[in-house]
Every structure is written in structure tokens, then in C-alpha cells.
């Protein structure tokens, strides 16, 4: 998320009571978890081993627990609990709004896009122009719909990141990290019925042009699809994933999160992703390999009686 | 379900024009189908091979097709079609009702908890305080919220299960066992969008307190989870499972019917659960193993290739 | 599609600026992709690999971009591209309508049915005595309900099919076919909540009487149910498929496009079903085999390591 105008970091360690570090007269332009941190911006980190990958990353300014050596040119702001610092600053600067109506007065609906009965759209949410939104879509605060984009009925754009702060010693073990990212569709994408596209957590989700979507296709937070990739139906792509242009994934295909898929690859249907996985090829499987080679594994599997039998006539030939 | 009021076995046994047997004098105060059954219940039978477990069950009155002995202190009433006399009294009892409007007047809605437009809440829903319910959500009649929940846009909160019985000699096999059963929901549950919980049949549906779900995620009727759970998208459970205190199931997991996962137990994305596993493992694949056996199996999968030429070796050097 | 009259072809020819060669005097009576041809329809073909399959269906008339023989009785339309003529004889005869309330005046709707609140039903749409449609519920324009129908909470019925054609020349690689088709649920038929049916492309998909599906169904363009069908949670049914009677799709089964299932038979869960399968048989895994087969594949994998040793073993006692 950027800020709407840059933010000192004096004001910032007033707010959050934090002792400041570095250096102190600079301003952050805004606030990403480490996924997607730029220059200027604030990010946070409370376990060690994550100091060094927060501290050396594109982020300007580091909301931490400990004091550490800060980099040149960087700023630290100290403070006990750094997740609980980053959830007062997403709820100061994008307050929970709520809707009073289905279409928000707030939100930009191009003049030739037509909204069925039934759609819901959130506060400062773009829609461009000729798009069709079919009944009973779901667009939450923020979002940016493209031109020439069709959602299909019961779609849900800009639900809330499924990524939580895990600590087993509260009576609840899972305290939701708010979301303030987006979720960007970009010119002449069309998605089917019943998917859902979480917004980023501080950044964009992005559902790169030409892009088809079939029904019941489920995006995480963060996840970044290139142009004309094909989804089809029920596959599920998780948080923070990377598709190239051209990606095809057949129906009900895993994706696990935080990795990449090169341009133009094809994952064949039920296939799960574990781990990133290059360009220009095609996979198979759960966990998936490239396909040529799972498909001899699966042919290998088939001769193992015609193996066992060897054996056994042998023994018996040989006497062992 | 329980009834409102202790109903006598004289007046159902008019009311069903059955034979009573047995305690006769006794009053029944709930109706469940065998998986749920509590003393004071009716439960009912259709087949000799579920007799015993009828008779022998929790349940204190048997509607049943044969006239069988009967255990002391219960009750037995007999009748042809013991099905059609459990659907009479359910539909007696928790008649259709309908909505004529998107919030029923008789639901029961925490000051402080927000609603988003398009929210459809049915007759006798109890929802807490300080809940969050997205826009298009259904929640169907007699289901109970606790508070600090949030329930992502366009997911369904007591659908009917899905329980047939099935009889081909019909033109139509599969007869709906009607729904008289709820969903709960306990305190500080978050479930994201798309999602469908059904109610129980009987009983209760229950997401126990501190769980967090995704999107598109399928809970079955009557299913149980509890504290802490964590299901990725697209994990569907199927009905009457047990899922104990911070279970985590991973992206599109299946979980087989009336089965228990324990404690802790983590099952990996894509897994299928076919029978109960036990507490505090890990399990990967369809069907799942634990999932370092799992993985071992793979590896020797790998070396079959190497066994085959192992063996084509030998077979040249001994001449076989 | 039928047309509402015959069209004759010289209209035609003047309306898609084609050379009309053959049977020119005739009139055409529908239009349909190739895979549900009837005579009388109009069909487009424009790659030479397909020419011979259109010209030998039971089309009569066909729009094509070569001058090529034409079957005798037969007519061709000989246009620059025939996939933009398709286009525009859909949108001429089947032109987007929209919808100012979420429940058309042009729909038929049986007295005895109930809607609840948040239901859309479209122009044109039928739907028949005694059914019950759930809280937001989506069925499309010209969709067919029969009697006696329960749809649960948020489906859709008559979402466009995902059926594209690609040219990997254009900047957007996919360009939709636009739908004309139906969705045609008959009677006694129940559906989960939260399922997407999508319409024919230009026939209809059939779910036929009797059939029950759970929650996240998902049902492709032009797929056709026989009677008394059962589809557990998440099935995904690719486009123009065919199921026979009183065939069982348990939980997250996967079937792909354009194969046929034999009546009464079961796929077990989370199975893939990549071509045709016979009747009366169990299937299982992705890809899925015969259940036994599958199965003993299954107990050969956990023998490997026996195998390995037994070939350790000789090799220590032969001395190889």
C-alpha cells in the first residue's frame, strides 16, 4: 500500500511509540509485507531469523523488536510487538467503511459497462469501460477492473488474504494480518462463475490482459498471473505466486504459494505444484515432475509384477 | 434436533399410526439420526443389519419396520416405512418456513456485528456481537454465530446435507433425508469466500472457536472441528467427520465420511483422507500415508528403472 | 440453437457477404458447434484438418473458408472467416437482452415454485410446479427448470462456456465463442449450493431426472447427465461430456471434455478420468484405472523395497 502523501518517520514513531534509528528525517511512501517491499517503503520483522532478509531488502525502513545494526541510509523503529505496529498503521490509514448500498458512490463505473442485478461494488473500486458484470458478483474496496473484462455470476474480486500470525500461546493461535493491497484486473481479461481473487496483503493481485479464467478458480493474496494465461476450472493458485505470460493450468491444478511458473508452461489437469517450475514445458502429477517423465514413472509402475517375476524364476533356476 | 417441549409416545404413535411396544409411557425429547443419537431420542431403522446398532445405540425409542425385543426401558415403534415416519415428524416439527424478506424479523443479530448489503439471514439465525458479514453471504434459518466472526462474501452458511436414501427400485433413487439440524459457529471463527457449510441432519455442524478457513471450502452435515483448525481453499470434508483441536489441512484436500483425524495432525495439499488417522503426523497422497512413507515410496518409484537393469545385468552374467 | 423461423440461405449469404455454393435454394433451421449438429444446421469449419468431419456431419450447411466440394443436398457459405460469422449470426439471433430486475418479467415461473429473496432468473427462462431456489441463486436467460427442482443457496445455472478460439497472432489469444446454448435441468433434480452449470455453447446442458449434486459442482458447457446421477462435493465436469444413467462421481473426481461414462458406473474420489470409461465398472487415481487394477498397482509400489533386497541378496550370494 502507498501512503496518500509521504509519512515522516518522527510522526511514524510517535504513533507508534517506537524508538527510531538511522535515518531519522526521511518519510516512507508506504508499507508492504516482505513479499513485495520497494524503496521508501516501511516493512516488519519480529524473529531473528528473518532480520537479515528484511534489513538487506528493497524496504526502506524496518519496524523490528530489537536493536540491530541499521543499514546505511535505512531507519529502524523499535518496538515490542512490530505485527501489532503494522496492523495500528493499516487500520489508521485504510479504516474499515462498510456499505450502506450494493454500488458504492465512491466507486468509477465506466458508462458503457453493464451491471446485472445483484453485483456488489465496494468504495473507491475502478470499473472501466464495456465491461459485463453478471449477477451477484462481489467486488470489494479498492479493486481495479480494466476495460473490456467479463466476471460471471457469483464471482467474489477483493476478499481478504486467507495469511495469519501464527502464535500457539494465545487461546486463539491465528491473528489475521489485515489486508490493504488490491486486486488489479487488467484490459480484456474474462473470469467464469463462483471464483474468488483474494487482494494483495500490501500489494496488488494481478490478473495479467487476455487472461481467461474458468468457473470456481480461487487466486491468492498477492499472486501475479502474466497475459493470456488459461485457468480452468477449480484450480488454485495460492498467496503470492508468479505466472508468466501464456501459463496453462487444466482443471483442479494446486499451485503452492510463493513461487513461479515460467511463460508458457502447461500443468496438466489434478497436477500439484510444490516448488517453482521453468518455462516452456509441461507438468504432471501430485507432487507434479514434467510430464514425459512421470508418464515413463507411471509405465515403470506397471512392470513391477513383470519384475517380481524374474526374480522368482530366477531364484528358482539358481537355487537361491 | 431437540423438540420444543417433551413429546409422549402415545401422541407420535397416533400421530404415526404405529404400533407401541414397550416403555409406552415415556416421552421423547429429541429426534437424530444414528450418528448423533443422545438418550430421550428417537432414532430410526429400516434394515435388520442396523437393528442392533438402533436398539443398542444412545437412543432411548426405535421407529423400526419388525416387531424385535425390546431393550429394557426403551421404547419401539413399529411402522412399515420407518423413513417416511422420521420425515413426517421433521417436517411436523420444523415445517417450511420461507423469507420474505433478505433479513428475517425473528432472527437475532448482535448490535455491534455489520452486515454488508446483499446478506440474506433466515428465521431463528442468532448471530453475535462485533461479527463481519460480507456481502451476498446466506445464512439459512436456525443457524447460530458466535461472536468475532467473519464470513467472507457469497459463502453459504446451512445448506441442506447431502444424504440420501436410496432405493433403485423408485423412478427416482436417491429420497432427501430432510435437514432439521444447524450450523454453529463458534467464537472468533473466520471463514473466507465461497465457502458452504451444511447443516447438520439431526445434529450440529460444528467450526470450532479460533479456526480459520479459506476459500471454497466444503464442510459436510454434521461434521465437527475443532479449536484452531486451519483448512486451505478448496479442502472439502465430507459428512459426520471429527476433526480434533488444530488439525491443519492443506490446499484441496479430501476427508472421506464419518471419519477422525486427531490433534495437531497436518495433511498435506492435494491428500485424500479415506479412513481415520491419528494425532500429532503428517500424511501426504490419495489415498494418504504418513507422509515420510509416502515419500520413501516415491524415491523407490524412482529407482525401479535402476532394479529392472539390475536385474537384465545379472541375467546376461549368470546366463539366465 | 433453433432459429424462431428458417433462414433461408440466400439471406444469409447477403448477411454474412458469402458466396453461396450447392443446395442454395434451402433454408437452414438452427446453428450448432460440430458437436451437436442436426440436420438443417448451419456449422463452421476454417482449418483444413476439419473440413472433411463438417462436411460429413449431419450438418447441412456449411460455413467455410476454401471452396471446397460440397456434399450433395449440402450448401457452403464461403467467407473470409467463418468463426466471425458464427459471431455474428449469434449476436443477430440471440442479442444481449440484460436485465433491469433481478427477476425477468419475460420468465415463466410456476405458481407453486418458491424463490427466495436474491434470486436472479433471466429472460425467457422456465421454470416448472413445486421447486425450491435457495438464497442468491443465479439462473441465466432461456435456462429450463423442470418440476419438483431444489437449487440451494448462491448456484449458478447458464454461465457462458469456457470455449475459446485461439490464435496466438492476435494480442488476446482467446477469443470467446459466444454461447446460444441452454442449461435444461429436468425434473426431480437437486443441486448444492454454490455450483456453476454452464449453458450450451449451442445446444444444451442436461442434467437429468433424478440426479443429485452436492455443494461446488462445477458442470461444463454442453455436458449431459442421464437419469439419477450422483455428484459429491467438487466434481468438475469439463465441456461435452456423457454421463449414462445412475452413474456416481464421488468427492473432487475430475472428468475431462468430450468422453462418455457408462451407465452405472463409479469413479471413486479425487479420481482424474482423462478418456471414455465402460459401464458398470469402478474406476480410480489420475489417470484413473479400474479400481482393482489400481489398487494392486498400489500394494506392488509398497513391495519394491522387498524386491530391491531380494536382488541384494542373490547378488552377495552369486558373487555378482
Known amino acids: 500500500m502507498k501512503f496518500p502523501s509521504p ?7 510517535e504513533f507508534l511509540d517506537a524508538k527510531l534509528v538511522g535515518n531519522t528525517g526521511a518519510s516512507a511512501t508506504g508499507i508492504n509485507e516482505i513479499h513485495k517491499v520497494e524503496k521508501g517503503d516501511l516493512v516488519f520483522v519480529d524473529h531473528p531469523k528473518y532480520y537479515q532478509k528484511c534489513l538487506q531488502s528493497a524496504a526502506s525502513f524496518i519496524i523490528i523488536n530489537q536493536a540491530v545494526e541499521c543499514p546505511p541510509g535505512k531507519a529502524l523503529l523499535i518496538v515490542e510487538q512490530p505485527f501489532e505496529a503494522y496492523l495500528k498503521i493499516v487500520r489508521h490509514f485504510r479504516p474499515f467503511e462498510g456499505s450502506d448500498q450494493p454500488i458504492s458512490p465512491r466507486a468509477t463505473i465506466g ?36 476495460d473490456d473484462v467479463v466476471i460471471q455470476a457469483g464471482t467474489v474480486i477483493g476478499s481478504d488474504a486467507f495469511y ?16 490493504c493491497g488490491r486486486v488489479v484486473i487488467e484490459d480484456d481479461v474474462e473470469i467464469g462463475a463462483g471464483c474468488t481473487i483474494d487482494r494483495g496483503v500490501s500489494g ?13 478458480v480461487h487466486i491468492g493474496h498477492d499472486s501475479v498471473l502474466g497475459k493470456n494465461c488459461l485457468l480452468a476450472a477449480q484450480v488454485a493458485v495460492a498467496g503470492a505466486v508468479e505466472l ?7 482443471g483442479q491444478v494446486g499451485i503452492n504459494k510463493t513461487l ?11 497436477s500439484g505444484v510444490g516448488g517453482s517450475i521453468e518455462a516452456n ?24 509384477p513383470e519384475l517380481w517375476h524374474k526374480i522368482m524364476d530366477r531364484g528358482e533356476q539358481s537355487g537361491l
Request: aromatic share 10%; glycine share 8%.
Open 281 to 304: 514445458k509441461i507438468y504432471f502429477g501430485s507432487p507434479a515432475e514434467e510430464a514425459s517423465v512421470k508418464k515413463r514413472e507411471l509405465v515403470w509402475i506397471r512392470r513391477i
Open 164 to 179: 495469519y500470525n501464527t502464535n500457539k500461546n494465545r487461546a486463539s493461535w491465528y491473528k489475521r494480518m489485515l489486508s
Open 244 to 250: 508468466g505470460n501464456g501459463v496453462i493450468l487444466w
Open 111 to 146: 458508462k458503457t459497462s453493464y451491471l446485472y442485478p445483484g453485483v456488489f461494488v465496494g468504495n473507491q473500486v475502478q470499473i472501466g469501460e464495456r465491461c459485463m458484470i453478471h449477477p451477484n458478483v462481489v467486488i470489494m474496496d479498492h479493486c481495479v477492473i480494466g
Open 7 to 13: 509519512v515522516s518517520l518522527s510522526w511514524l514513531s
Open 204 to 216: 496488488d493481485t494481478v490478473i495479467g490482459s487476455g487472461s481467461r479464467l474458468d468457473n470456481m
Open 260 to 270: 513461479s511458473i515460467g511463460d508458457h508452461t502447461v500443468v496438466l489437469a489434478q
